[in-house]
């Protein structure tokens, strides 16, 4: 029984952990939150059956073990985990892997968005949730899953333009018709 629980979680490993550094921005600490997550999932006496509803159940547990975590440590180390992922990226850049770099940025403007479009954007468009999975980890309407990541995307394209002009003029034109 248990390896058969280890058999269905590996597949999700990678996603979970793209989640996870997300969450963290560190990659030490996106592994001990999976591995924390995992070895929860593989505890529990009861599970889904159902592989929509497991996956986003596997989301939930980390990012429960994730809530958890900062509740214990009693403060907020965003800060701080901004100033590590500014310094991969510094160091990274100098590879010279343009896609690198592009995935970088990206993954650096999510870190200057609210925490709440991260988490979103993390679920959606990096962990590759459906919108009915992202909302039963975060136990919301499916409703606002959709109006939580269009405005998220909004502010993540504001933030890879800089000043967000270009994008916010596109995006009156698009409303006028234009």
């Not at 929509?52 to 180390?77: C, E, K, S, V």
């Amino acid at each position: 029984m248990i390896q058969q629980q280890r058999d269905r979680i590996l597949p999700y490993l990678q996603r979970l952990f793209g989640y996870a550094q997300n969450l963290v921005r560190d990659r030490e600490k996106a592994r001990d939150l999976v591995q924390d997550a995992a070895c929860k999932a593989l505890a529990a006496r009861q599970f889904p059956r159902d592989e929509a509803a497991y996956r986003a159940w596997l989301f939930r547990i980390l990012r429960n073990q994730f809530i958890d975590d900062m509740r214990r440590q009693g403060r907020d180390n965003r800060r701080l985990m901004e100033l590590d992922a500014e310094a991969h990226v510094a160091v990274e850049y100098w590879q010279g892997d343009e896609r690198l770099i592009n995935r970088l940025m990206v993954r650096a403007a999510i870190g200057r968005v609210k925490p709440g479009q991260a988490e979103i954007l993390a679920l959606i468009d990096i962990a590759g949730l459906s919108y009915g999975e992202a909302a039963e980890v975060m136990n919301v309407p499916v409703g606002t899953i959709m109006s939580r990541l269009s405005r998220a995307r909004t502010a993540l394209l504001i933030e890879l333009e800089g000043e967000g002009g270009q994008v916010l003029e596109l995006t009156k034109r698009r409303k006028r018709g234009g």
